[in-house]
């Protein structure tokens, strides 16, 4: 298990595109920001990404990814492609699809949004550059919005994506006040993050605001117990490296 929670230090860097400036502030791994992407086989590969466009209009062109990864917007609006995201909105790409153009709706706020990668990412990257594209499977681009629920006294699972026969899947966790909620230690995907997205938790005397991360390898799994307030968490979880 690895954690990032809000406070902590990152290393970060800017990157100069045509259409604009993104800034990257490095959570888990050493896949960005200045950092030896080598290491991203040792471990999951976490950032926050900010990109600001110099003019209405400018758009990250459309891209691929030698690797799955999950995008979660925490601030700013976009079109990523035709899809309109906002704050809660999520995005699931396998190895090798497409994504994009991503432009902010508004050029003065732009887009801020985690990038989450798992820590297979390097053998994946080899596989893909090694094998093609891979087939049809391994294409998903995926949209979502995270479901915005009143607090009850029962945690409460939502299923927005799968999960898929392959482990692929996002949930939107609600657990009420000093509830206590385990993440399922399956071995049939390829690990998970949780994300806090509003009030907070505790692991092991460890305080998780909203914003902190974790990341769980498959079959791990630990305990997380709400503050007084509840907390609304995402659980992204990776398909297993076999099926790529």
Do not use: C, W
């Not at 492609?81 to 999520?90: E, K």
């Not at 609600?174 to 399956?186: E, I, Q, R």
């Amino acid at each position: 298990m690895q954690i990032f929670k809000t406070g902590d230090a990152y290393a970060q860097e800017s990157e100069q595109l045509t259409s604009g400036t993104l800034n990257l502030r490095q959570l888990l791994g050493r896949g960005r920001a200045g950092l030896n992407a080598g290491d991203a086989e040792q471990g999951p590969d976490a950032f926050l990404a900010s990109f600001l466009p110099n003019e209405p209009g400018a758009s990250i062109p459309r891209h691929t990814y030698p690797f799955p990864q999950f995008q979660v917007v925490v601030d700013g609006e976009a079109t990523v492609g035709r899809h309109l995201v906002r704050p809660g909105s999520f995005h699931y790409s396998d190895a090798g699809s497409v994504s994009g153009p991503i432009t902010p709706l508004d050029p003065e706020i732009g887009l801020t949004y985690f990038t989450l990668r798992p820590d297979n990412a390097s053998r994946l990257a080899q596989a893909v550059s090694t094998e093609g594209q891979g087939s049809a499977r391994t294409r998903r681009s995926i949209i979502g919005s995270r479901i915005h629920s009143e607090l009850h006294t029962e945690i409460v699972v939502s299923e927005l994506v799968g999960p898929e026969d392959d482990g692929l899947g996002v949930s939107a966790v609600t657990v009420p006040g000093k509830a206590t909620f385990t993440p399922p230690s399956l071995v049939s995907h390829g690990g998970q993050y949780l994300l806090v997205v509003e009030g907070a938790l505790s692991h092991a005397g460890t305080n998780l605001a909203a914003g902190s991360l974790v990341y769980l390898a498959s079959g791990e799994t630990a305990d997380f117990t709400a503050a007084r307030e509840g907390s609304e968490i995402l659980l992204l979880q990776f398909p297993t490296i076999d099926s790529v």
